[in-house]
């Protein structure tokens, strides 16, 4: 455990003065029986707050050295930031405001502010519903006909990288205290896209 000043100051009246002084040793054997809860201190220890004080007049810590704080203008700023634009980016708020990107994280994350994704959902057609019914038939019926179909089914996933600029929920976020529940539709078949997919394999 680390000494607070008050420690300093105790071992400071230790030492002593003029041809009453303590020896170093002295000093650590005596502070340890008045603290035997806690971790001896060294000698070298004791030479160092008898340096600083001799040297500084007091055994007080010295100032932190540190990043400035970031003052309340800026803080209010990049929260205006998102206010106008919620679709802002940690990088493009840093830059704009000239302050570290770690700052506009910190000061997000102060304001409870959260990056919420865009939930993409497909446009549906006016015959998507029948359709819909139909397959959900389809795939009754062959369960009903094997009661092993549905086991046979391996279901995968695909992603969709869009040429012409059209939202990437992997890159676009919105700033808010509480979701919004952004939704957009988008189209299921875009002629500016790159499509990585797996096959639905059915082993009958």
């Known amino acids: 455990m ?5 420690d300093r ?4 009246m230790m030492i002593g003065v003029g041809d009453r002084m303590r020896t170093q040793q002295e000093v650590c054997r005596l502070f340890h029986e008045m603290h035997p809860d806690r971790e001896p201190v060294s000698q070298s220890t004791v030479s160092r707050i008898e340096r600083k004080y001799r040297e500084l007049g007091h055994v007080r810590d010295a100032p932190r050295q540190g990043r ?3 003052n309340e203008n ?5 929260i205006l930031s998102a206010l106008e634009n919620p679709h802002c980016t ?3 708020v840093s830059r704009d405001l000239n302050i570290g990107k770690s700052s506009v994280s910190n000061i997000f994350k102060k304001v409870k502010y959260h990056p919420y994704r865009v939930r993409l959902i497909h446009e549906l057609a006016e015959d998507d519903f029948d359709r819909r019914t139909e397959f959900c038939e389809y795939m009754m019926d062959h369960n009903n006909q094997n009661n092993g179909f549905i086991a046979n089914i ?9 040429l012409n600029g059209h939202v990437n929920r ?5 700033w808010s205290q509480e979701n919004p529940h952004w939704m957009q539709e988008y189209h299921t078949q875009h002629p500016q896209k790159v499509n990585v997919w797996a096959v639905v394999v059915v082993r009958e």
Do not use: G, H, W
């Not at 680390?2 to 008050?6: A, D, G, V």
């Not at 800026?74 to 990049?78: G, L, P």
């Open 9 to 12: 100051i105790e071992i400071l």
């Open 154 to 162: 391996l279901f995968s996933d695909e992603a969709t990288f869009f």
């Open 68 to 70: 400035p704080k970031i």
């Open 74 to 78: 800026v803080q209010q700023d990049v």
């Open 170 to 174: 992997q890159n676009t976020r919105y």
């Open 2 to 6: 680390p000494l607070n000043e008050r």
């Open 90 to 92: 940690v990088r493009q």
